[in-house]
């Protein structure tokens, strides 16, 4: 099969930066020269940015837009007893981190096992925020992997949970008791029952609002939102907002730039330069915490059969893009019936990345993966061969369920519940095997 050409880091690095792009730093190599009518400002000791001239004049990068990205001012009604996440303090100690190809949480390295939960944060109920964290430390489940966005176009009902309203140009983030103060609350259960938190800050798909909710409220497509100045600007709000709240968390194991981004037919260099500005500006905001990209795996030749997820037509290059600095850890998922693979198919796509990890020198999350029956016969085969290879260093499985006060999580199809025999297969033996 055709693989798309892999562009060449130098061609990358040799025309002006973008607007929003790096263009300075300790450790960079990339233009330190934007395009016309943008400026190189420094943001800190290793980050510089490309602003607008009148933005850097003024001194904040959104007021050049025609767009304007307003903060609620409910933030500042938060009470402190239930909605504001505990902290470690200034030296940042017993933050997760990464120790060679493996994961290190509050002093232990090794292997860990987690999963995802998109829809806790929009629970309203705080007794079933703990419950699940509850059973999630009980089980052993160390890492939980959130949805933390949740975008709108139109202002929902009254009692519906949303924490970012996209209209008409003009991005609005909700920190009021039905916006962030219930991500609030995830991460303070989150930090008192020690599990840690993986972040992200927009959808690839329209769940939750994601690129579409943005393409909609600033115009141009799914592909040019990665380079929308107006979108980004919005985009960029958001996550200063988000990361601001925890910086000082110890629950918080990585920020995530996004759920499964994708380029469809785009050259790679659109979603490379997009995830080294992204990362390093996360990085710029907080030092303390890891960052990912929370993409699939796609564009890999290590081990590649020529298969659909080993192409770059999705506009992803696995390596090429693990090999950016500000970005900690690798992650990929995996669904076989989704991507006209067989189950079988999988464990030779989980020691593939492996593989690519081990060369990149840094760890690989394995961070999505399911069916919608037979979940041990098919997914513990995929557990047991991570475990056992070098360079995978975690896995968290799609996607946790449990019983809450209104009675069962929602079930994607892919969802196994808390207690039941799949439970037992995927989370007890799977953590006894860990730890044996």
Known sequence: MKILPILSLTGL??????????????????????????????????????IAWNAQASGDDTTTLTTTVSISSTITTKT???????????????????????????????????????????LTNNDDVDLVFDHLDESGLRILRVWGFNDVNNVPSSGTVYYQLLKDGTATINTGADGLQRLDYVVASAEARNVKLIINFVNNWS??????????????????????????????????????????????????????????????????????????YIKSLD????????DEGFGLDTGSDGSYPYSYGEGLNFTMNLAIDTIDFATFHLYPSSWGTTNDWGNGWVTSHGAAC???????????????????????????????????????????????????????????????????????????AIDS
């Open 287 to 294: 030092s303390k915490h890891m960052v990912a990209i929370g």
């Open 207 to 280: 769940d939750y609002g994601g690129i579409a909710a943005y393409v909609t409220a600033f115009g141009g497509t799914q592909a040019t939102w990665y380079t929308n100045t107006a979108a980004q600007t919005a985009y960029r709000a958001y996550i200063k907002a988000v990361v601001s709240r925890y910086i000082d968390s110890p629950a918080i194991f990585a920020w995530e730039l996004a759920n499964e981004p994708r380029c469809n037919g785009c050259e790679t260099s659109i979603l490379y330069n997009w995830i080294q500005s992204t990362s390093a």
């Open 13 to 50: 690095i040799s025309a002006q930066a973008a607007p929003y792009a790096q263009c300075g730093g300790s450790g960079y190599s990339g233009s330190t020269t934007c395009v016309s009518g943008w400026t190189c400002q420094r943001q800190s000791d290793w980050y510089s940015q490309c």
């Open 358 to 432: 081990v060369a990149a020198g840094k760890p690989c999350l394995f961070e999505e993966y399911g069916v919608t029956s037979d979940h041990c016969t098919i997914e513990a085969p995929w557990q047991k061969t991570a475990l056992n290879t070098t360079g995978v260093a975690a896995d968290l499985y799609w996607q946790y369920g449990d019983t809450l006060s209104s009675g069962q999580s929602p079930d994607d199809g892919n969802t196994f519940y808390y207690g039941t025999s799949d439970f037992i297969c995927l989370v007890t033996d799977h953590v006894a």
């Open 80 to 122: 402190t007893t239930t909605t504001k996440a505990t902290t470690t303090g200034a030296g940042g100690t017993g933050f997760p981190t990464t120790n060679g190809l493996e994961f290190e949480i509050d002093g232990n390295t090794g292997y860990f096992a987690g999963s995802n939960s998109y829809w806790i944060g929009f």
